[in-house]
């Protein structure tokens, strides 16, 4: 509940700030009221990437040198140290290694089912908010397309109006509408670009601790079966 709450508050400030940053400056009210989503879905994203990149920085992890500490209680049979040492760390890594070593006296398939279990249980939480973003980044180049056709729009209704009532058309006139057919659009590409980039770089992020997790449940595994056979 109360994280939902959260994404709600986080919802309603991006918008207001989109509101107040559109009324506000000039140079945006000329890009039509388009403005106002392009600038509400640039600053969720940033937001977004913002969150994950201190989930990322708080979740990295040196692997080799985790594993290190874990196999020498494990040699020296301090069981629950290694445990407690899992529970202190307290990131995806360590919790997936937890799962496997507290199955230490079962078999290979149990072991690795543990693992494989707590790894899909993290899973979820690594990839959290990246469907939205992804979302963002299709959803902002159609907004500044949007723009482009309102500001067409515009720029066809003076042309209509002025030639009701026989009236030329000058530069003056279809300013407006040249304003939003190149405001929007140009607002929408400058957000999108950062932000592909830094989903580009999150995606990494997510392979690499997968990649760590994976690698570090396989030399766990072998760890386990080879301290087992020499037992």
């Keep these: 509940m109360k994280e939902r709450w959260l994404r709600l508050s986080v919802l309603c400030v991006c918008l207001v700030s989109s509101v107040i940053l559109y009324l506000q400056n000039s140079l945006l009210r000329q890009g039509g009221w388009a403005v106002v989503p392009v600038l509400f879905c640039s600053l969720l994203g940033f937001t977004v990437v913002f969150a994950k990149i201190r989930q990322f920085a708080s979740v990295r992890l040196d692997a080799p040198a985790f594993l290190k500490q874990i196999f020498e209680k494990l040699e020296r ?93 000058g530069l003056g006139d279809v300013t407006g509408g040249v304003w ?35 690698i570090s449940c396989r030399e766990l595994l072998s760890f386990l079966l080879e301290r087992r056979m020499q037992s």
């Design 77 to 169: 049979q301090r069981l629950k140290e290694a445990i407690d040492l899992c529970e202190e760390t307290d990131v995806p890594l360590s919790r997936v290694l937890r799962a496997g070593i507290i199955k230490y006296d079962h078999g290979k398939d149990e072991i690795k089912e543990s693992m494989d279990n707590a790894l899909r249980y993290e899973e979820p939480a690594l990839e959290q908010h990246m469907a939205l973003l992804s979302t963002l980044l299709d959803v902002l180049p159609l907004l500044g397309f949007l723009g482009t056709l309102l500001g067409i729009t515009e720029i066809f209704y003076v042309f209509e109006a002025k030639e009701a009532v026989a009236l030329s058309v």
């Design 180 to 214: 939003q057919m190149v405001l929007a659009p140009l607002l929408a590409l400058a957000v999108l670009v950062p932000l592909y980039v830094a989903f580009r770089f999150l995606s990494a992020q997510i392979k690499i601790v997968e990649a760590d997790i994976d």
